[in-house]
């Protein structure tokens, strides 16, 4: 009889043990975990979208957006990009994109989107504009002899 008193308190004492009310906590002050950045989704930059066309195909659309976060099965001409930048478990950024689709061909994209003409360095035509002057050219190896006779070049950068 007292085995089983015994062994019910035991019982008991444990389950209270699992409420975890009793633990106390820390004052950490200035101190915290840290939190890790997480991006999750598809990046899709304004780059990207301007490559997008309308009467683009399924194929060539996921050539330039990347695969699509969800494609839904109810609505298959439909396609999402999601997009999501939490920094320090605070979500800073986040960015959904909608890709519509008609007889397999691209109407239009829905969301957080610029159109390419509004983007700076954009002409009018919507196409940007090359820039005036082309890049540096790389100048020619330089070339030295050593006294062996072989011809040796140096590097293109500096020593």
Known sequence: MQARIILTAL?????AACSGSWIPTLPLGPLRPYRI????GNVVTQEMIAKVQPGMT???????LGTPLVADVFHPDRWDY?????????VTEHRRIVVVFKDDKLVRIEGDVVPASSLPGAAKSGKPEKPATPPPAAPPPQESSTSGGSR???PPWPK
């Open 82 to 90: 999601v997009y999501q930048y939490q920094k320090a478990g605070v």
């Open 37 to 40: 950045d997480v991006q999750q």
């Open 58 to 64: 399924r194929g060539q659309v996921r050539f330039a």
């Open 11 to 15: 019982a008991l004492a444990s389950l």
């Open 152 to 154: 040796e070049t140096s």
